[in-house]
């Protein structure tokens, strides 16, 4: 038996065919083009699933269910996007539109909620309690809790991006002042090196910024190796960010396991190690047994296969 997974986020809609092991048969993407039209985005998902059989060789009538996992509040009863800030949509069908296109029962998650239950599925599944945190257009928060996603009683549980980090901060996208996702996010990271960069022209940073054009996620983490003061900083302070609202979240629900996952969580222990020892240091707990702090192990792939087998 195979599933469709759809990971629609802000920079790109990524989908794949996942058999019922959480096995990925064949994956590819297309960008989001956030916005324009929804449509046209929907549009886009059906004709990527189709590109998906083709490649595979497995019909759409072989396949079980389709799943996606989008960004923002989610009513995964009905299949509406209730609401979301980062790809523009407020009360949208999901379910009822993308299912007409493809013939197909279609389910819906929270992208944050399928990412930490394919990443529990194929990583976590001896856990009773497991918070994986994403790290990327946003932040992302799911709480899988003994073997199913807790989404609260109206699907809108886990919004931790949103809970304020600094008040009156930094302006997020959902219309607060001072989320977590405004600091934490790779958007935020993005910002935070230019910003740095600007203000330190005499940084090998700026240098290569300036050579290169572009700024990615990974910009500060690369330059701060290679000894830049500057980049150092900025990563410093980034994963402090993390770790702050991180303390918070292990503070309130105390997980046997928390994930850190999105593209970022590549950069490995240099993310890892100073996260982990900021919470050490500022978590309430002192004497029990510690949550256990991670990277992801399936990296992106985790939003696919858990909008895959979500609604099976």
């Not at 794949?16 to 083009?33: A, H």
């Amino acid at each position: 038996m195979h599933y469709i997974g759809i990971d629609l986020g802000g920079t790109n809609i990524a989908a794949g065919i996942v058999d019922e092991n959480g096995c990925m048969v064949v994956k590819d993407s297309v960008p989001t083009q956030k916005e324009r039209p929804t449509e046209e985005i929907v549009d886009d998902m059906a004709a990527l699933c189709n590109t998906l059989c083709k490649k595979s060789g497995i019909p759409m009538e072989e396949i079980r269910s389709v799943g996606v996992g989008c960004p923002g509040a989610i009513d995964d009863k009905n299949g509406i996007v209730s609401y979301c800030n980062n790809i523009p949509m407020n009360n949208y069908p999901m379910c009822e539109i993308l299912g007409k296109k493809l013939g197909k029962r279609v389910s819906l998650s929270n992208d944050a909620n399928a990412a930490a239950y394919g990443e529990y599925i194929k990583n976590g599944s001896g856990c009773d309690s497991f918070l994986m945190i994403t790290l990327g257009t946003g932040v992302g928060a799911g709480l899988v809790l003994n073997g199913k996603i807790f989404s609260g009683f109206n699907g809108v549980a886990s919004e931790a991006g949103h809970m304020t980090l600094v008040h009156d901060g930094v302006q997020c996208t959902c219309g607060k002042k001072g989320c977590w996702e405004a600091y934490a996010s790779v958007t935020a990271l993005l910002r935070q090196t230019k910003e740095a960069a600007e203000n330190h022209p005499e940084s090998s940073m700026n240098e290569n910024i300036k050579h290169r054009s572009k700024v990615s996620g990974r910009t500060a983490f690369e330059e701060a190796r290679n000894g830049d003061e500057t980049a150092k900083a900025v990563v410093t302070k980034y994963c402090e960010y993390v770790a702050d609202g991180l303390t918070s979240l292990i503070n309130i629900i105390e997980p046997e396991r928390v994930c850190i996952g999105g593209g970022i969580s590549k950069e490995g222990d240099y993310l890892l190690n100073p996260v982990k020892e900021w919470v050490n240091n500022h978590e309430y707990n002192r004497y029990c047994p510690k949550t256990a702090i991670e990277t992801a192990k399936l990296f992106n792939d985790a939003g696919i296969i858990g909008a895959a087998l979500a609604g099976r």
